[in-house]
């Protein structure tokens, strides 16, 4: 999962478990909604946007 909030970029791999509020805390925008947009790329699950990001991802 990769997070974008504004310039700072943040990626948690599952397989390290992160906690629930970790990722909470990371996913959801200042209303206490999911921060958007949000897509799924094949396993990868991105969360806001970030240009450089994106172009990484989808290629």
Known sequence: MIVA?????VT???ADK???DELAAAMLGPT???R?????AG???LVGFSEE???E???
Request: glycine share 14%; net charge positive.
């Open 12 to 14: 948690f791999k599952m």
């Open 43 to 45: 396993k990868t699950v």
């Open 53 to 55: 990001v994106y172009a």
């Open 32 to 34: 206490g909604n999911l």
């Open 5 to 9: 909030r504004g310039k700072k970029v």
């Open 36 to 40: 958007a947009p949000t897509i799924r």
């Open 18 to 20: 992160p906690g629930d």
């Open 57 to 59: 991802a989808l290629g």
